[in-house]
């Protein structure tokens, strides 16, 4: 039992525009199914030049840089990518004045709705000035339309920031040392009315000790900054919000910062009441996510006290639930367990919940993915990164054998909360190092615990080089893995030390390991930057993807019950073409277990498997039966060519059914392996048989006589390219003589079984009549059937070897036939790239070929026994004389019209339907009814006027379309400009005269 | 890590073992109570993979197993093979009060049949032994209500609700039987365990001792500059006899637990 995915293939790099809109953490385009879609569609996006100024003079400088209208938000950024930016939702401003400034300024000041005074000169020209202040009007003007102005208010009363700005004392009265709610004094009186979200530390207490965290000099730092720079919407990030977050961020005000910096803030302001929606949506339903929910429940920070309450377990429980409900594809994976406890502590519900999405869908992408690709390829990019800052261990690991990632990726996938080695993790935006040095124990853990670092892309990859550079010389006496994890340990847990035990420098020695580490992060390798590691990732997708595709082929054809008499080369065959089905026409969303209630409780329920419905199987057939595809030669005097389409008939649908042993309408990759081990290895009788049963939809051992019918076109459809009318003369044998006998066979009253005889007595009239078949009455058993197909050679050479024959595993050769390059067309042919390109020059070749009378179309046989055209035998022959009576209308001229347009729309012909249904035979006992014969016959008679005499190789092709992706590997080094850069001093990038305008525009007024 | 330290390497054998298995099926604590004979109700997942070491001494042999604990939830099962790769002996754990995990079991084996080192030494546990037993009810009404409490909670998880009743055989829901006749055939060891009682858990390790085949070992890591496999003095004979944990396994508890 697997899962087959093929969403790794369908992988797209973002595009320029989907960077901005994460460089500023702004939610994704559509990333709520439908909810916000329809805006999204015209959404008004502009950048411009310009320089901010704050609203208060000599607070902060002027920087230069770009600001983005991305409806409905207002975004900047300064040069440097990383000094100074916002992102505002548009709905928090509340005027936007022009500046009366100096000649040749555009200026504009903008006012929050808690009055803070952003200024902004516009110094792109002057008519995109002017554009830009159009958009941004109209801009304003949705945003009031659709309410969401109102909205703000309400909304920052949830956050704690707003509270903390109002207060006049720093820490209130009902709060702990820690920042934790006081509450046990006054059981009986009302809660007091707190409107802003917290988490599960407020009555839990937060982790680690308030002392040692200086928790009250933190919350007066961050008062004050909040208080003058915005804060939660409306927070403009100035080098001194940096510091102060790697100074630390209080217990009450973390939460909601991870929230601001992460952007997931956003997300829970433009959703309300999403989260309660999705739960109560879903309430009562299981999955296989949730079972693993369940599972690790209690197994989360288990030594926090918050979990070992059912308020924090149910909490956990809900916000993870909730995750695998909106994104069912990833589910739940283990580690999310530890992450989302983690950020509990400090957020509420919906806080983390939105938190969670940013995390597993932006900052670790395809991490938790059930692939994991995510994690496997940043494994590979690290290792990349170290072989290129740190060779020397690289190459000493390389030596000894001993694979990085079994210790990274345990700390990359849990963020270095795993384990107890971390109890505060922060997330931060791309080019911040956020972090706290904060140390802090939770309770009754004896460990020292250390704060972890997230940066973006990944946030593991400026400290991990940092671990190895640290533990260097020690690295390289390690001879094994085990020793090599054995290190790792020793140096978390040793994270709280002094750096320097020995020095004697106090200063010194009151440096810890972890302080160390960060300084090491910082100086040493902020090299590591956003485009490296993204441009590494392109490196490494498809390694990395072929890896796991390959892997999880193995896995498969490992899990299958069943080989049959296959060799694992073959299931590896037949599962390439069931990739490539599901590729193209890929099955329906993970398909959500069936209701709780047909879900047996007994523990046996069955995992997740991937099956293909019919169009999937229809293309998966078309790569392995040679008649269940169309194969068009085309010949046009240039090329030529074999245009391949998936051929649609009855017959491919029943065997859909015929394998469906289990009966859900869909097939897994085991039911296709044995269904193709049913016929590919079959001798004459049991093909005959196969085919038999394949026709007897009952399965009651005998073919009603509209089965017969069926079974006759189903021979049709597959013979329906053949060339000669061996084929064709064959069926209508067939069919005259299945008749024959399946009459004479007909019990009469006498010998009927009770069965039938009850159901004739109901009806009543002449009970001994074989006239009165009824649909579904027995007619044909398979000794007759055996018989009737073993008197004609040509069925029987069918079913000897063709049948069997005609499933090939291996893979169909490129529809292309490759044209000689000598041809007249053959170089423009050698240059053609696209598919769509092909198809133009396809069309293009065709056209001149007709007009130059060279356009030949023939179809290719399925069977290809007789290439040769046979001697055609007298057509009359081939029908019995009572067949010919009713089959007059088929004249020979309406036959051959039909053989004109036959090669233009090849399956219309082979399609056909036969309503028998209810309609007994009256007046041709021996046949079936004329209604349902006739056309039968006509087809058959058509089919026979239609053949296009021709002979035709078995043309292969072996032009081998390598479209691989060119690996966009611009490894554009630009590695030594960035060195050091975030310590240097924050360049405003404006020369002196530029800030003298800037400071100029801080006391202009509006203009009237 | 205290072993590189003790000079006693060059005696040990040291033998890399996996531990395989569904998600909670005990494998961390089964390993937890063999390196570090402690038992925690509540262990957290494990993530990726953990790696441990515990001495054995057999006869006048010793081993040094290097344990790897690996993640038992599917999707982390493509990296097993990272593990799993070069292991000379391996433990697939399932929770005989959980039939799905013999299924995952059978599967875990299957694999490492085809896929692992040709020679591995493949027991098959089934943990939690001491919640179908009658005598653990009388003390279990305390010490195991930490997987009651979990299985209340999880009234929406189908097949986990116990019986109110203190019936605890009722809970088994794989026959030792069963479980033997599978491992029997497959050639594997076979144990019933309990990681919370400690019942079977050495066993486990002192029967793979016994089976492993040292000799190939050792000859095929001499003279390699890998630690513990080099210059071993001891002799070829292989003995019968109980495996004692080391002294030190003390001292390596703060290696375990982390
Ligand atoms: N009653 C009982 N509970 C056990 C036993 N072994 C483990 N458990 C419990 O089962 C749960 C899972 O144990 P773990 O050792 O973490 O399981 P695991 O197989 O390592 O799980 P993953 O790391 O997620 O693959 C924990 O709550 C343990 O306390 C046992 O022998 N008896
Ligand atoms: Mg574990």
Redesign the pocket.
């Known amino acids: 039992m697997s899962t087959i995915s093929t969403a790794l293939r369908n992988f797209k790099e973002p595009t320029k525009e989907q960077l901005t809109q994460i460089f500023f953490s702004l939610p994704s385009v559509g990333s709520l199914d439908g909810t916000e879609k329809t805006l999204d569609q015209h959404v008004e996006k502009m950048d411009i030049n310009a320089v901010l100024s704050f609203g208060v003079q000599g607070v902060e400088d002027s920087y230069a840089g770009k600001l983005h209208i991305i409806a409905p938000y207002l975004a900047f950024t300064s040069l440097d990518k990383k000094s100074v930016r916002f992102t505002i939702p548009l709905s928090t401003i509340r005027r936007v004045e022009r500046l009366n400034a100096r000649a040749g300024i555009y200026a504009l000041s903008l006012s929050t709705w808690h009055g803070m005074k952003i200024i902004v000169q516009l110094t792109s020209l002057r008519p995109t000035a002017d554009q830009f202040c159009a958009l941004l009007r109209d801009a304003l003007k949705i945003e009031l339309q659709r309410g969401q102005m109102k909205l703000v208010k309400g909304f920052v009363k949830t956050c704690y920031s707003e509270a903390l700005v109002s207060e006049t004392s720093t820490v209130a009265d009902n709060e702990r040392e820690d920042g934790s709610l006081i509450s046990e004094e006054k059981e009986n009186a009302a809660p007091r009315e707190s409107t802003y979200h917290g988490g599960l530390g407020l009555r839990f207490k937060f982790p680690g000790d308030p002392k040692k965290l200086r928790e009250a000099s933190k919350i007066k730092l961050w008062a004050t900054y909040l208080r003058a720079h915005g804060r939660n919407l409306t927070l403009l990030r100035y080098p001194q919000c940096t510091r102060l977050v790697q100074v630390g961020l209080p217990n009450r005000l973390r939460g909601e910062m991870w929230e601001t910096l992460s952007g997931s803030m956003y997300l829970r302001f433009s959703n309300p009441g999403f989260y309660e929606d999705l739960l109560k949506k879903n309430e009562g339903r299981t999955s296989t996510s949730t079972e693993d929910i369940e599972?690790?429940l209690?197994?989360s920070l288990p030594e926090y006290a918050g979990y070992q309450s059912e308020e924090g377990i149910s909490a956990l429980r809900r916000v993870l639930q909730a995750y695998s409900f909106k994104n069912p594809e990833l589910g739940y994976c283990?580690a999310m367990n530890i992450l989302a406890a983690a950020i509990l502590i400090y957020m509420s519900e919906e806080q983390a919940f939105w938190l969670l999405e940013v995390l597993c869908d932006r900052l670790l992408p395809g991490y938790y993915a059930p692939s994991m690709h995510g994690t496997l390829l940043d494994q590979r990019v690290f290792e990349s990164l170290v072989q290129r800052c740190l060779p020397i261990i690289h190459d000493h690991f390389q030596v000894v054998d001993v694979q990085l990632s079994v210790a990274s990726l345990p700390w990359f996938l849990s963020l270095f909360v795993y384990q107890q080695y971390a109890n505060d993790i922060c997330i931060s935006d791309s080019r911040l190092l956020l972090l706290h040095g904060t140390q802090g124990v939770i309770p009754s853990r004896t460990r020292s615990v250390c704060s972890s670092i997230i940066y973006e892309p990944s946030p593991s990859f400026h400290s991990w080089p940092a671990i190895l550079k640290i533990n260097g010389e020690k690295l390289l006496q390690i001879q094994d893995d085990g020793g090599f994890l054995n290190l790792m340990r020793d140096y978390f847990a040793s994270l709280g030390d002094s750096a320097h035990p020995n020095s004697t420098d106090p200063r010194a020695r009151a440096i810890t390991r972890f302080q160390e580490l960060l300084l090491v992060s910082f100086r040493e390798f902020s090299v590591i930057t956003d485009d490296m590691i993204l441009s590494e990732r392109r490196r490494f997708r498809s390694e990395i993807i072929n890896s796991i595709e390959s892997f999880s082929k193995r896995s498969a054809i490992r899990n299958l019950k069943t080989l049959g008499r296959f060799t694992k080369e073959q299931a590896g065959l037949i599962y390439d073409a069931l990739y490539m089905a599901m590729c193209i026409l890929p099955p329906p969303g993970p398909v959500n277990p069936p209701p709780t209630l047909l879900t047996p409780h007994d523990g046996t329920e069955e995992k997740p498997e991937t099956r293909i419905e019919l169009s999937t199987f229809q293309y998966f057939l078309s790569e392995i039966a040679t008649w269940a595809r169309n194969e068009k030669i085309v010949m046009n005097g240039f090329q030529q060519r074999i245009d391949r389409e998936i051929a649609e008939h009855e017959f491919i649908d029943r065997l859909f059914f015929f394998w469906d042993t289990s009966c859900r309408g869909a097939l897994s990759f085991q039911d296709l392996v044995s269904g193709l081990d049913g016929v590919m290895f079959n001798d004459l009788m049991e093909n005959i048989e196969w085919f038999f049963n394949l026709h007897d939809k009952n399965k009651d051992g005998f073919l009603t006589k509209d089965e017969v019918l069926t079974l006759s076109e189903s021979f049709l459809f597959i013979f329906r390219y053949e060339v000669g009318d061996a084929y064709l003369g064959a069926v209508s044998r067939f069919m005259t003589n299945a008749f024959e006998y399946g009459d004479a066979l007909l019990p009469t009253a006498e010998d009927a079984d009770p069965n039938s005889e009850r159901a004739h007595d109901g009806q009543g009239p002449e009970p001994t009549s074989p006239h009165f078949i009824e649909s579904n009455q027995p007619y044909l058993n398979l000794a007759t059937f055996r018989m009737v197909v073993l008197a004609d050679e040509v069925l029987e050479s069918f079913f000897e070897t063709d049948l069997s024959g005609s499933f090939r595993l291996e893979p169909v050769p490129d529809a292309e036939l490759p044209v000689s390059p000598s041809g007249l067309l053959g170089d423009l042919w050698s240059t053609i790239a696209t598919d769509s390109n092909k198809k133009m020059f396809n069309m293009f070749t065709d056209e001149i070929g007709k007009t130059i009378g060279k356009h030949q179309v023939i179809n290719r046989p399925s069977i290809g026994r007789y290439t040769k055209l046979e001697e055609p035998k007298a057509r009359e022959s081939l029908l019995t004389p009572s067949m010919r009576k009713s089959s007059s209308k088929a004249s020979l001229t309406g036959s051959s019209t039909a053989a004109s347009t036959a090669t233009l729309a090849p399956s219309s012909s082979s399609t056909l339907t036969v309503d028998t249904k209810g309609q007994p035979a009256k007046d041709l006992p021996q046949l079936p009814s004329s209604e349902s014969l006739s056309p039968m016959v006509q087809a058959v008679n058509a089919r026979l006027m239609e053949r296009t005499p021709f002979a035709i190789d078995d043309a292969k092709d072996d032009e081998d379309e390598s479209d691989d992706e060119i690996d966009a590997n611009d490894n554009d080094d630009r590695v030594m400009d960035e060195v050091d850069a975030f310590l240097e001093a924050h360049d405003s990038g404006l020369t002196d005269a530029d800030k003298e305008v800037a400071n100029d525009l801080l006391h202009a007024e509006p203009l009237k | 890590m205290s072993d590189s330290a003790s000079g006693s390497v060059d005696k040990s054998v040291q033998v890399k073992l996996v531990?395989l298995?569904?998600?909670?099926?005990?494998?961390?604590?089964?390993?937890?109570r063999f390196v570090s004979n402690e038992?925690?109700?509540?262990?957290?997942?494990?993530?990726g993979a953990a790696f441990l070491t515990q001495k054995c001494r057999l006869e006048d042999r010793v081993l040094r197993y290097e344990i790897w604990?690996?993640?038992?939830?599917e999707r982390?099962h493509s990296l097993a093979p990272m593990y799993y790769r070069n292991a000379q002996a391996a433990v697939v754990?399932y929770?005989i009060t959980k039939a799905t995990s013999l299924e995952k079991a059978k599967s875990w084996v299957k694999e490492l049949q085809r896929q692992a080192n040709p020679n591995i030494v493949i027991a098959l546990a089934g943990?939690?032994?001491?919640?179908v037993q009658p005598s653990a009810l009388s003390t279990?009404a305390a010490?195991?209500s930490?997987?009651e409490d979990?299985a209340d909670d999880a009234t929406a998880t189908p097949g986990e609700t116990p019986g109110s009743s203190g019936e605890p055989e009722s809970l088994r829901q794989v026959p030792r039987e069963e479980a033997q006749a599978y491992a029997t055939e497959a050639g594997l060891l076979f144990f019933e365990?309990?990681?919370?009682?400690g019942e079977g858990i050495v066993d486990i390790f002192t029967e793979i001792a016994k089976k492993i085949p040292i000799e190939h070992i050792l000859a095929a890591t001499r003279g390699t500059a890998r630690p513990g496999a080099a210059g071993s003095r001891a002799d070829g004979a292989r003995q019968e006899g109980g495996v004692n944990l080391e002294e030190n396994a003390a001292k390596s508890k703060d290696a375990c637990n982390c």
């Open positions: 599972k690790d209690h197994r283990q | 531990l298995g569904e998600a909670a099926v005990g494998k961390s604590s089964v390993v937890l038992f925690q109700a509540n262990k957290e997942p494990t993530i604990d690996t993640a038992g939830q982390f754990v929770d943990n939690k032994l001491d919640l279990g010490s195991s930490e997987s979990e365990t309990s990681a919370k009682t």
